[in-house]
């Protein structure tokens, strides 16, 4: 299929190739198919996040919002208690994007998504699996947030945080690293949320992974980014190396193209190869406009730099149109969904529409990245391909970048959307001796170069070695004294006082 990179397809019956008994955190688990936990506490909390510089997606800019974090415990069945943590910021304007909602109301329904989420999870006392919890709760959950007028995508936003944090209590309380503990399905994943899966395919996919080495990173240019000069795109001081940028879309077709004919001239003086990927953010509402667009891509000598590098189109129509819209011939050109991805089923519901591929991210949640990345192996072994991606709403250094750096290392993503290193300074204001524990615990993601502790970008990659570590993905908590409770959300009444 043209314009897509054999690279990035989640590569079928993959086989290991390292004896788990020589990976770190081995226990005698392995071989089990999944463990039981029970859940005891569930704790929110958050810390506010200043951007080094605007980011402009979509209709929306943002210079700060805040960082949430969550503590869980458990006791893990015959073994004790754990503890566990993830991280994710809480984005305005991405999860619900209503043009009458503020930004500050758009944070408020994920605040308010988390402790609906926190009720129901606390509600099942029993044993059971991670995932027994996640896919008894999930149904619950939407239909909840629908009744209170918060939509799919930022009902899943409460889930899916609780659901890292619980995978990485149970992967600390059998002594497991994230890479083996999903590959022995310790979680329990099965296909009750996904039944054009069989059982098999899921423990086939999990059982045959080969956590990747490297990851490379997807450069991110902003609408409001530089293009020329210093500071700009083909600065090397700004793009770290990488090999792979993202461009934003605005959704006016003729600026779209004057600005990637621009961008195009820039990354031809790079010296290196480079492929790019494109990101409307459901900007695209008028079909004819993105016709129109694709057409300039395919004709106009001067997009060739960008046309003949496009791996594929993220997401260029409102997630409520997506579904009533069937791409026709555009999807040659290889599109993916990311906005619209707001139920088990939006997967399947896109590739009927012509699309190929369907983004990662685990603040969509972890579980139905793998059941998502099933589909796409037992799908291209029919000949056609189809495949996930990897796509960063801005993971901040820590927890949240190293855990969804983990997930996409497992399920084959190779190269991934990285812009919290871009757009946020470093580990920003997390305190000091915080961001000193995991840059020591994880020396080849994390260095000071003498601006401060930030991420470690190898010749365009990240590493994942010290990832296979107990736990999912860290070694380090964060100090949780110097975090304050989460705010609570306020009524609209009160956003309009």
Known sequence: MAGLDPAIHVLPRARKNVDARDKPGHDDFLGATSVRLKLRDIAFFERPVQFARSFRFGAITIHATPQLFVRVEIEVEGRGVAVGAGAELLVPKWFDKRPELSPAQTVDGLRRSLEIARGLYLARTGYQ???????????????????????ALAAAYGPAEIDKAIL???????????????????????????????????????????????????????????????????????????????????????????????????????????????????????????????????????????????????????????????????SARGFIIDEADDSYDAFLAARALGYRGISSKSCKGLY?????????????????????????????????????????????????????HHYVDGFGDTPLAEAQAFAAAHPDLYADAGQGIRLAIHNGDLLTESLHTTGFATSVHPDWSALRPLEQPRSLQEHLA
């Open 168 to 330: 990485d209590a149970l992967l600390r309380g059998v002594g497991a690293s994230f890479f083996d503990g999903m590959a022995a399905n310790v979680a329990g994943i099965d296909a009750r949320l996904s039944p054009d899966l069989g059982e098999s395919d899921i423990r086939t996919f999990l059982s045959g992974r080969v956590p990747l080495a490297r990851v490379a990173i997807r450069h991110t240019v902003g609408l409001d980014d530089v293009v020329e000069g210093e500071g700009g795109v083909a600065d090397p001081s700004e793009n770290a190396g990488a090999r792979y940028f993202k461009l934003k879309l605005s959704g006016d077709p003729d600026a779209d193209a004057a600005r990637l004919v621009r961008i195009g001239k820039e990354l031809d003086r790079l010296g290196r190869g480079y492929e790019v990927t494109l990101d409307a953010n459901e900007q695209y509402a008028d079909f004819a406009a993105l016709r129109a667009l694709m057409d300039r891509l395919d004709r106009d000598a001067a997009l060739r730099p960008i046309a003949a590098r496009l791996l594929y189109v993220e997401q260029p129509m409102p997630r409520d149109i997506t579904r009533q819209s069937p791409l026709g011939a555009l």
């Open 368 to 420: 139905k990245s793998i059941v998502n990345a099933t589909r796409a192996a037992k799908w291209s072994e029919g000949g056609e391909r189809f495949f996930v991606t990897g796509e960063d709403l801005t993971c901040q250094a820590g927890l949240a970048v190293q855990q969804d750096l983990a997930l996409g290392a497992f399920i084959g993503v190779t190269h991934a959307e990285r812009n919290g």
């Open 129 to 151: 699996t991670a995932f027994d919890l996640h896919a008894s709760c999930i149904g619950a959950q939407v239909a909840i947030c629908a009744n209170k007028n918060i939509p």
